[in-house]
């Protein structure tokens, strides 16, 4: 059984076919990525695993669950946590309360705890704030804990989503064009966090645009066009097949 | 981090003067008149401060707050007057109304969640005239458009509170501090950063875990109980209730507290309240007596609404994020007012060429 299975998932939106029967399996402790043409359908495929988008057909695999159609803060529970194509930040609350925020889902404070600051959630507070300046350390942001998500440069609001996804303690983190707008030298640190992650043994399933990036840290690849999986196999595999030339370059006439 | 977390902030200097000070009013200032404005002030204060943690810290614009009011007045009202014969103890029923009142902002809640913005606003607004409307043709259980009077006052070890407002001052006094306390922790909490997060991004929020139909119940029920203790308090002061008292002006005249104080901010709430209930239950009417002075008769309050209008038009000009606003809400509305350049940056990112594949 995978740990992460895209089974024959299919997403219509009316008669717009935006994903097609795709499967693609992931194992623990990889850094996998899903590249295509823009409009391939490669984020309508992360919000279907995220439980933003119900699957038309076909099924999702999740650490020997079925999560296809389970709602987005359920699918977080579970473990999988994201980012966003177009950074969705708390863009008014400090870098360190987005942190704080993402580790919602393992904090226990009930309603009550919250209204009278009881001695447990007060601990718990403690621990979750270490745990957050602990995250932004870890993704180089610390010095700017205090400031405003909105206020960061782009580079650095990009590495605070990751942080954000990172408190949620996810198994599977996908990363939504993590390298879009970055520069070659913030590309270059965003090789060496993704590793990172990795190492501190969560596994990666990235979509991005940046094939340099792609080719470079993905131990698996799986080819996206016009909504259907067109090739898969690991970056050497990917780089010669014909399939993907085609669509990335077109036939030549 | 933890440096900056001792500092005093002005707000909790504001604070503490005011909790020092503010016990000790009364012996100073021994006329009633003051005191029961003061009283008045306070009873709108919780109902800002519940109003706040659903439209400041939630994101949720709730146009039919007076409802939740209307409720709490009404379950007092109820079991302590001559209506049903039944005369229930004052101080359980302060919780036992809070209660109601927040069941009652689940009940009004849950059909809204699929709401935001001006449809969750326009829907609220429905049920701010609904409720009185209901309490008004109720007439066997409510009294219908006489309403309840002759509500029971409290008392505590014998004492009578009646007609003194000096005990009332006290009573609302605790209980605003305690809502201050409530509110202020709900903040800086596990549920406000979970509020906070569905204002800033509620697709955002759900996708880290928040689940945002228990979030949104729980500012919808906390909020609305504390109209639920300042409902219990006005019943039993003014004796009476009446669906006249909770009109859709009442749901108004606290959403333009939290607007002048500033909206999420909680010393911006106090302040909001304090001076808006200071202009409606002081400055009108002594306007009035003042002109009276020199032989003119000008009801004052009558133009109430028309201040509220010119002072609301003067805080957007030139005070958007209130008088005393979160340093959030400021940094929000800088950047509306530089979203023309903010808009051309980010063109320029999708402009940008990708790397080369």
Redesign the interface.
């Known amino acids: 059984m995978a740990f992460f299975a895209l089974k024959q998932v299919t997403k219509a939106f009316g008669g717009l076919v935006a994903v097609k029967e795709v499967s693609y399996e992931i194992n623990q402790g990889q850094i996998a990525a899903m590249i295509g043409p823009n409009g391939a359908g490669k984020s309508t495929a992360f919000n279907l695993v995220t439980g933003l988008y119900v699957p038309t057909s076909g099924g999702i695999e999740f650490d020997g669950l079925e999560i296809a159609g389970k709602k987005p803060d359920y699918v977080c529970k579970l473990g999988i946590a994201r980012t966003f194509q177009n950074i969705r930040l708390f863009a008014f609350m400090s870098a360190l309360e987005n942190v704080m925020a993402g580790r919602h889902v393992r904090m226990t404070a009930m309603l009550w705890d919250s209204l009278l600051h009881t001695p447990k959630q007060k601990a718990e507070e403690k621990r979750v704030r270490e745990q957050a300046m602990e995250l932004l350390r870890f993704v180089g942001l610390e010095r700017h804990a205090d400031d405003f998500a909105h206020n960061l440069p782009y580079g650095y609001q990009r590495r605070l989503e990751i942080a954000r996804a990172l408190a949620s303690e996810p198994k599977l983190l996908l990363l939504d064009e993590p390298a879009a707008g970055m520069n070659p030298r913030e590309k270059e640190g965003l090789v060496d966090l993704i590793r990172a992650i990795r190492d501190r043994g969560t596994t990666v399933f990235l979509i991005e645009h940046d094939m340099g990036l792609v080719m470079n840290i993905s131990e698996r690849i799986a080819v996206l066009d016009h909504g259907e999986k067109i090739a898969e196999g690991t970056p050497e595999q990917i780089r010669s097949d014909d399939k993907v030339i085609e669509a990335y370059l077109g036939t030549s006439a | 981090?933890n440096k900056?977390k001792k500092k005093l902030r002005p707000a909790d200097i504001v604070m503490i003067a005011l909790a020092v000070f503010m016990p000790f009013l009364p012996l100073v200032d021994h006329n009633g008149g003051h005191i029961t404005v003061l009283v008045n002030a306070g009873v709108y204060m919780m109902l800002a401060i519940g109003l706040n943690i659903v439209v400041g810290f939630a994101g949720l614009l709730d146009l039919g707050y007076a409802a939740f009011f209307a409720i709490g007045s009404y379950t007092y009202a109820m079991v302590a007057s001559p209506q049903f014969g039944l005369h229930f103890s004052f101080w359980p029923m302060i919780f036992v109304s809070a209660a109601v009142a927040a069941l009652f902002g689940i009940i009004l809640g849950a059909p809204t969640l699929r709401l935001r913005g001006d449809y969750l606003a326009i829907v609220t607004l429905g049920f701010g005239e609904i409720v009185p409307q209901t309490f008004l043709n109720l007439q066997k259980i409510t009294g219908g458009p006489n309403g309840i009077s002759a509500i029971d006052q409290p008392k505590i070890f014998g004492y009578h509170f009646g007609l003194n407002p000096v005990p009332y001052y006290y009573l609302v006094l605790v209980l605003v501090a305690l809502s201050l306390v409530?509110a202020n922790?709900?903040r800086?909490?596990?549920?406000?950063?979970?509020w906070?997060?569905i204002r800033?991004?509620e697709?955002?929020?759900?996708?880290?875990?928040?689940?945002?139909t228990t979030a949104k119940l729980?500012a919808f029920s906390?909020g609305a109980s504390f109209s639920g203790l300042s409902g219990v308090v006005n019943a039993s002061l003014l004796t009476l209730v009446s669906p006249d008292q909770f009109k859709f002006n009442v749901s108004i005249t606290v959403l333009s507290m939290l607007v002048l104080g500033g909206m999420g901010s909680l010393p911006g709430v106090v302040l909001g309240s304090a001076l808006l209930s200071l202009l409606n239950f002081f400055i009108l009417p002594q306007a009035g007596n003042l002109v009276a002075m020199v032989g003119l008769h000008v009801d004052f309050t009558q133009y109430r609404f028309m201040l509220y209008g010119i002072i609301l038009v003067c805080i957007m000009l030139f005070k958007p994020e209130g008088l005393w606003g979160a340093e959030?809400?400021k940094?929000?509305l800088k950047?509306h007012d530089d979203k023309a350049v903010i808009a051309a940056e980010n063109a320029e990112?999708e402009d940008?060429p990708?790397?080369?594949?």
């Open positions: 981090m900056k409530f922790n709900l800086t909490s596990r549920l406000g950063r979970a906070m997060a800033e991004d697709i955002a929020a759900a996708h880290m875990g928040v689940n945002t729980a906390l959030q809400r940094a929000e950047e990112y940008m990708r790397e080369s594949m």
